[in-house]
């Protein structure tokens, strides 16, 4: 199969389901109206907590917009470790945990093999960029600020 396939620009984005700390579910169509910036990670994963302070600095740029979300949804298997993580790193952004049927999607929908995986969503639900670069990219800042101001 190819590497993403269906994921085109300007195509629905597949749902995803997660939940947050407290256990409420939830998913992206959840969320439409904003643009969303989704930060696919593990506890585990280094290169994905190497991202975490670049997502804490957009989301000090953009947290008080009402139309812009900086997310991270785990793809842990345990609520408890990731929950455990959480209460020993502060973050500033939305946190949430993809439940079983969310991996499946990220597996069989977003062909999510590697983390961190960065998918920015439009507020239409629609994908914007399904493997987008990582916001430590130099890049990154700009190309976000022009596809959140559209």
Known sequence: RKKYGHLFTGQPAPDITFTDKQGKKLSLRSFRGKTLLVDIWGTWCGPCIAEMSYLEKLQAK???RKDV???SIACDKNVG?????LGNHHTTWHQFIADKAGNKTLDDKYFCIGIPRFIVIDKNGNLINADATRPSDKDFDNWFMSVTDK
Not at 81 to 85: D, E, G, L, N, Q
């Open 62 to 64: 953009y947290g008080n």
């Open 69 to 71: 979300m900086i997310m």
């Open 81 to 85: 470790t990731w929950k455990a993580f």
